[in-house]
C-alpha cells in the first residue's frame, strides 16, 4: 500500500477543513482526487507529504507513519504543489542541481540531465527559470518533483492555467511517469481524470462523498437512460406506453428515455418498434458525462 488515510480531520480553529476521511492508493496506481474549492483537497494532499500535521488520524507512506518518520516519508514522495514555488532567477540546471543535492541524490550530473529529457527540457535547459513559459515551468517542477527517484508523486492541479497543447503534453508526461509510480492527483479538468486515472477518489466539504473508477461511477445512480432513434414518426404519447418508460426528452433526431425502475429498456424499445412498424435505427443506453457525476455528488 503507497498511501494509507484513515480517519483523518483537520480542524483550522473551529472549523473542519477534513472530516474523518480514509482511502488508500495502491502501489502502482493513479488517483484522481478531485473536489470542488474548498472542499479540502490540497489540505489533504499536504497532510500526506508531512507538510502540515493533522489534527488527528493516521497517514501512512508506504508503510511508514508520517508524524513519527516524516523525513522517511519525504525521501519517499515527490510533490508538486499548485504553485508550482520555483527560483526564477536560477537556471534550469541548476534548480535541479540544488534540488537533488538537498536530497543527496548520487550521480547528480547524469541524473539531472535525464531528468531534463525525461520531461523534455532539452531546448530549454541553458535558460533561467522566469524566462521560461508557464508549460515549461510545470516541467521543471515534475523534474524536481520525480528527480530522487520517488516512490509516491502528488500532484496538486499540475496542468492549472496550460493551453491545449501544453496540458496534452504534461498529461502525456504524467501518464508515462505513472507506469512507474504511485501518482495522486489533483485537478478541476474531468478529461484529464478519465484519460489518466485508474480511479477518483472526490471529496466535498471535507468528506469523502465517492471512491470508485470512473466507469463504474458513471453508472451508478439515477436511472439508466437509452438514447432511440426512428425511421417513422414516432410520438411522445407513443413512446409513454412502453412499459418502464419514466422522462422522456425528445433531441436533435431521436429520443431519450428514462427507465423508472433502472432497467435496461433496448428490448422494450426494439419490441415496440417492431410492433408498430418502426425501424430502430439506433438504441444505446446513455452514459451520465463524468462532469455530471461530479456535479451530482457536490451539490447534494
Known sequence: MSIEVKNLFKYYGDQAAVKDITFKVNSGEIVGFLGPNGAGKSTTMKIITGYISASSGKVKVCGIPVT??????????????????????????????????????????????EMIEKVG??????????????????????????????????????????????????????????????????????????????????????????????????SEGGNLTVYAEFEGEVTKSMLKKIEGVGKIEHVTNGWLLESKDNVDLRKRVAKFAQENDFLAITLRVEEKSLEEVFKNLTNR
Not at 167 to 193: F, P
Request: net charge negative.
Open 68 to 113: 513519527e518518520s516524516s523525513l522517511d516519508t519525504r525521501r519517499k514522495i515527490g510533490y508538486l504543489p499548485e504553485n508550482n514555488p520555483l527560483y526564477l532567477d536560477m537556471y534550469v540546471k541548476e534548480y535541479l542541481t540544488f534540488v537533488g543535492n538537498i536530497y543527496k541524490v548520487p550521480n547528480l550530473k547524469e541524473r539531472v540531465d
Open 121 to 218: 527540457l532539452e531546448v530549454e535547459q541553458n535558460k533561467k527559470i522566469g524566462q521560461l513559459s508557464k508549460g515549461y515551468r510545470q516541467r521543471v517542477g515534475l523534474a524536481q518533483a520525480i528527480i530522487h527517484d520517488p516512490l509516491v508523486l502528488i500532484l496538486d492541479e499540475p496542468t492549472s492555467g496550460l493551453d491545449p497543447n501544453q496540458l496534452l503534453e504534461i498529461r502525456s508526461l504524467i501518464k508515462s511517469i505513472g507506469k512507474e509510480k504511485t501518482v495522486m492527483l489533483s485537478t478541476h479538468i474531468m478529461q484529464e481524470v478519465e484519460a489518466i486515472c485508474d480511479r477518483i477518489v472526490i471529496i466535498n466539504k471535507g468528506e469523502i462523498v465517492a471512491d470508485n473508477t470512473a466507469k463504474d461511477l458513471q
